[in-house]
């Protein structure tokens, strides 16, 4: 806590918390998503839905209804201009404006977090599509495995013909 305190008085930057830039970042990235098209604007859009995760999670752990918070918090950040602010406020089971009940998150922090799982959605694409091209791709000398033998050894170990 003191760290997170600390960066804040360093940057002098805050976010509003509650799940507040998620939905919001969320919303434009959508927005922008539909100028795109094809394949990337499949991949924007679902980054946004990942961001969302964030207050759908606080309103379920608020024992919220999730459906309705999403929907709230989406009208209050299209329609005002500090509607920008409004996240899951979970102490009053509602959506609020975050920066009035001084709930707020370092910049740095925020950045980071959503910079690091970016970097690990990536990493885990990128395992993927390696172990599915070696599934895909018969291995070398695969096809001669003779009886009891192991694949690329004719007739089997050495020694053993």
């Known amino acids: 806590a003191l760290k997170v305190t600390a960066v804040v008085v360093e940057d002098g930057k805050a976010v509003a918390g509650g799940g507040s830039p998620e939905i919001d970042l969320s919303m434009k990235l959508r927005d922008y998503a539909a100028s795109i098209g094809g394949r990337e604007q499949l991949a924007i859009e679902l980054f946004a839905d990942a961001l969302e995760i964030i207050p759908w999670t606080l309103a379920e ?4 209804d999730m459906i309705d918070t999403i929907i709230r918090l989406k009208t209050e950040h299209e ?3 500090k ?4 996240g899951v406020d979970v102490a009053a089971n509602t959506v609020s404006d975050m920066f009035s009940k001084n709930v707020i998150e370092p910049l740095r922090v925020k950045r980071q977090a959503i910079e690091s799982a970016s970097e690990v959605a990536t ?3 990128r395992i993927d599509d390696v172990i599915a091209s070696k599934k895909s791709a018969p291995s070398p000398g695969a096809g001669g495995a003779g009886p009891g033998g192991m694949g ?3 007739g089997g170990m050495p020694g053993m013909m």
């Open 61 to 64: 752990n608020a024992g919220m």
């Open 79 to 81: 329609g005002k201009k």
């Open 83 to 86: 509607g920008i602010y409004f």
């Open 123 to 125: 990493m885990i694409l």
């Open 152 to 154: 690329g050894m004719p």
